[in-house]
């Protein structure tokens, strides 16, 4: 079972359009941090999440960590080509050592122009 | 800064060889962890060097190990290929627990086995 879960797992919009991706999961975290990879590129960092409801913005994304802390979500408002990229929320794993990082298997967005 | 980077960019090997891939930290980091993305999959965790000892390994066989040297960069081998073994190899550099020192990934190994 995978431990993250997120949906969609393909998106493909129009420059302009709002969109929102989601990270799902049964377990509760002590953060849950957000990746954008882009194609023959490693994931970068976005943002880490650590406070139940929090929700943080950079420039046009916003996330939000559940009340919970058991999910999360990516929203992306007016969405542009040089947002095309997987987007990867990982954490980690309850029990596991803090060295261990688990990712989903992301979502692939397709923005285009 | 320089950041992370890894070589060989690209490898093809037969099933049954030994690859030896290797990643440059980024400056000051002295944390390496060695992560796994096959196609349509996310990262997973392969194992972490810190001050050249292995600090944690996740869900690999032996035949998958690795090194840190004393000026922290790091190498991953992998004895007897599986076709399953092709993946992009992602090296990752930190100045500590994914939990408190965020990772910087280098572009990744890409590795094919035929």
């Known amino acids: 079972t995978q431990l993250l879960e997120q949906s969609p797992q393909f998106l493909s919009i129009q420059e302009g359009e709002n969109l929102t991706v989601y990270c799902n999961s049964s377990?509760?975290?002590?953060?849950l941090q957000w990746y954008r990879q882009e194609p023959g590129e490693g994931p970068v960092l976005l943002v880490t999440?650590?406070?139940?409801?929090e929700v943080k913005k950079l420039k046009r994304l916003t996330f939000q960590f559940g009340d919970a802390r058991k999910d999360s979500s990516l929203h992306i408002t007016a969405a542009q080509p040089g947002d095309t990229g997987l987007y990867l929320c990982?954490?980690?794993?309850?029990?596991?050592?803090?060295?261990?990082?688990?990712f989903g298997k992301g979502t692939k967005l397709s923005v285009i122009p | 800064e320089t950041g992370v980077t890894q070589s060989p960019t690209h490898l093809i090997k037969t099933r049954g060889q030994q690859v030896t891939l290797r990643c440059s930290s980024q400056?000051?980091?002295?944390?390496v962890s060695w992560y796994q993305q096959a196609l349509g999959q996310g990262p997973q965790f392969i194992f972490q060097?810190?001050?050249?000892?292995?600090?944690g390994r996740g869900n690999f066989p032996p035949r998958f190990s690795g090194l840190q040297f004393p000026n922290y960069s790091s190498e991953l081998n992998v004895n007897a290929l599986e076709l399953d073994d092709s993946a992009l190899y992602l090296c990752?550099?930190?100045?500590?627990?994914?939990?408190?020192?965020?990772?910087?990934f280098g572009n990744g190994t890409r590795l094919t086995v035929t």
């Open positions: 990752a550099s930190s100045l500590g627990t994914p939990d408190n020192s965020p990772l910087h």
């Open positions: 377990s509760v975290f002590s953060s």
């Open positions: 999440v650590v406070t139940g409801g």
């Open positions: 990982a954490a980690i794993r309850p029990g596991a050592g803090s060295y261990q990082l688990t």
């Open positions: 400056s000051g980091h002295n944390t």
């Open positions: 060097y810190y001050r050249e000892e292995e600090n």
